[in-house]
Every structure is written in C-alpha cells, then in structure tokens.
C-alpha cells in the first residue's frame, strides 16, 4: 500500500488529504510526518477524508497522535467524512474531539 496521504500547511492549518485507506501500512509514516509540523504554529488540522473508506485502529492512533504531538493542541476537523468512518469515531469516543464538515 502506497502512503496515500498529502501534508500541505497554509498559516496555522495543516492539511492533510487522505487516501482510501488509513491503517497500519501507512498510519506509521504519516505520523512522521506529522513530526515535521510540531514546531511550525499549526493550529487546526484538516483532514480530507473525501476518499477514506477504512480506518483501522492504527489511523485512530494517528489522529490522536495529531491532537496531542502538535504544540498547542490544535482543532481537528474531518472533511467530507462517511458515516461509516463518523461512527468508529463514535465508538472508541472521540467524536467530541472533531468537528466534521461537509464541502
């Protein structure tokens, strides 16, 4: 499986273009790449889940690691996220902890 993930930081946002898939053959690398932008004033992070169809406990990982690792513990939003995806989010309880748009 390919990274399928896109990092692109504009001001205080950093977003974050997801592919179909965020499980443990990506999520590892895109929390190093998260490691980049500790130090760079993000303020929110913006997912594009516009094609994410699968998030394994892994990609959940990832998020939180976003949320915590980041300095200043920045807003999160989910871009065009599926009701399927919106309610593992539900069940591990983290929904409280995002804001999700539809575009």
């Excluded at 990506?26 to 760079?40: F, G, K, P, R």
């Excluded at 009701?83 to 902890?97: A, C, L, T, W």
């Amino acid at each position: 499986m390919e990274n399928q993930f896109k990092l692109t930081q504009e001001g205080s946002v950093l977003t974050i273009e997801l592919g179909e898939e965020l499980a443990t053959a990506n999520a590892a690398v895109l929390m190093e790449e998260i490691d980049n932008y500790c130090d760079t004033g993000v303020e929110k992070v913006v997912f594009d889940a516009t094609k994410l169809s699968y998030i394994a406990s892994s990609g959940i990982r990832t998020i939180i690691y976003a949320k915590r690792k980041l300095v200043g513990n920045p807003d999160i939003e989910f871009v065009n996220c599926a009701q399927n995806i919106r309610d593992v989010f539900k069940m591990v309880s983290i929904e409280d902890y995002i804001t999700f748009v539809n575009k």
